[in-house]
């Protein structure tokens, strides 16, 4: 069983930076993608930002330029560099696993943190 444990999330002030955490544990031989998605309350959850296995990123055009993804294989950690935080960043922040492979002869399946609360007071 694979599970995805968050860490780094808490309360900042505007103008602020956080790092968020995910490692994935279990049988674990690889994992294609890791992202991290939130969901602000009354809304849709939604893409912050994802990379692939070898590095390639994709970012929400809401945090380009402010959050880096980035990620540790031989760990199967992915992180997540949030500076100059505002106010409507706050969400709960969760981290995804797609295409979790147990070994190169099964498929892949994709997996959820618990979230991480992420609060910017202005």
């Known amino acids: 069983q694979v599970q995805l444990v968050e860490s780094g999330g808490g309360l900042v002030q505007a103008g602020g930076s956080l790092r968020l955490s995910c490692a994935a544990s279990g049988r674990i031989f690889s994992i294609y993608l890791m992202g991290w998605y939130r969901q602000a309350p009354g809304k849709q959850r939604e893409l912050v930002a994802t990379i692939t296995s070898v590095g390639s990123t994709n970012y929400a055009d809401s945090v380009k330029g402010r959050f880096t993804i980035s990620r540790d294989n031989a760990k199967n950690t992915v992180y997540l560099q949030m500076n100059s935080l505002k106010p409507e960043d706050t969400a709960v922040y969760y981290c995804?696993?797609?295409?979790?492979?147990?070994?190169?002869?099964?498929?892949?399946?994709?997996?959820w943190g618990q979230g991480t609360q992420v609060t910017v007071s202005s």
């Open positions: 995804n696993a797609k295409n979790v492979q147990v070994n190169p002869f099964r498929v892949g399946y994709d997996y």
